[in-house]
C-alpha cells in the first residue's frame, strides 16, 4: 500500500525565513502529489499538484514543490514565509487511475511575528 | 456561494447515539467523499461514491453507513456512537478522473 511520509511535524519559523517541508511517498509507479494547507478552523485548500511535466509547480500564495522521482519526495518550499502562513500543511499522493488520496501525518506551521 | 458544505458544523453527542452528517456540494462532480481527521490531525479516506455507487470503502466500523441520495450529497450516519470516533469528518467533491478534490468545512464531533 502506498504511504506519505512528513518528517517535520512541527516547524517554527521567523517572519521572512525560508520554508522547506519535507515530503516522501512510497508509491513506484505513476502518482500524483498535492500540498494542501489547512488554516485554524478551516476546511483543506488545495496549495498545489503535480501530476506531470515540469517537477518544480509553482502554487498559490509564492509556494512552490520541486518533484524529484529518484528520492520519491515532493518537498514544499517558500522563500520567505508570512505570519498568515500559520497552518498546518499536508501532502498526499494519489495513485494513477484512482481517486484515493493517501495523506501524510501534517507539518504543523507556526510563523512568528 | 459554498462549493462543499456540510452540517452540522459541530455536533456534540452521548456514548450510544445514532447521528448523521450532511454534505451537499453545488460544483457539479460525480464523486464525493468522506474522510476523518483525528485528534493528532491525521486524515484517512473512509468512503467515496461515485455517481450514488460506492467506489471506495476503507476499513470502517459498520456502525458507520452512507448513503447518496443523488450525486450532489454523501451523508454519514454513524450507530451506536463510541468514545473514539469524536474526530473531525471532512466531505469532499471530485469529477471522476480529475483528481482534485475540493473539502467541505469539516464537522466536529465530539462524543461523550
Known amino acids: 500500500a502506498q504511504s506519505v511520509s512528513q518528517h517535520n511535524h512541527h516547524v517554527i519559523l521567523s517572519e521572512a525565513a525560508s520554508l522547506e517541508l519535507g515530503c516522501n511517498y512510497s508509491?513506484?509507479?505513476?502518482?500524483?502529489l498535492f500540498w494542501y494547507v489547512q488554516y485554524p478552523g478551516q476546511h483543506l485548500q488545495l496549495l498545489l499538484k503535480?501530476?506531470?511535466?515540469?517537477?518544480l509547480v509553482k502554487g498559490i500564495k509564492g509556494f512552490e514543490a520541486e518533484f524529484i522521482k529518484s528520492k520519491f519526495s515532493f518537498n514544499l518550499r517558500k522563500p520567505s514565509v508570512q505570519w498568515s502562513d500559520t497552518a498546518e500543511y499536508f501532502c498526499?499522493?494519489?495513485?494513477?487511475?484512482?481517486?484515493?488520496?493517501?495523506f501524510g501525518t501534517g507539518t504543523q506551521l507556526k510563523v512568528e511575528l | 456561494d459554498t462549493a462543499v458544505s456540510q452540517t452540522p458544523k459541530y455536533l456534540v453527542t452521548q456514548m450510544g447515539n445514532d447521528k448523521s452528517i450532511k454534505c451537499e456540494q453545488n460544483l457539479g462532480h460525480d464523486t464525493m467523499y468522506w474522510y476523518k481527521q483525528d485528534s493528532k490531525k491525521f486524515l484517512k479516506i473512509m468512503f467515496s461514491y461515485n455517481n450514488k455507487e460506492l467506489i471506495i470503502n476503507e476499513t470502517v466500523p459498520n456502525r458507520f453507513s452512507p448513503k447518496s441520495p443523488d450525486k450532489a450529497h454523501l451523508n454519514l450516519h454513524i450507530n451506536s456512537l463510541e468514545l473514539g470516533d469524536s474526530a473531525v469528518y471532512f466531505c469532499?467533491?471530485?469529477?471522476?478522473?480529475?483528481?482534485?478534490?475540493?473539502f467541505g468545512p469539516g464537522t466536529r464531533l465530539t462524543v461523550t
Open positions: 503535480y501530476f506531470s511535466g515540469d517537477p
Open positions: 498526499a499522493s494519489l495513485t494513477g487511475g484512482g481517486n484515493k488520496l493517501t
Open positions: 469532499a467533491s471530485s469529477q471522476y478522473g480529475d483528481y482534485e478534490q475540493y
Open positions: 508509491y513506484g509507479g505513476t502518482v500524483n
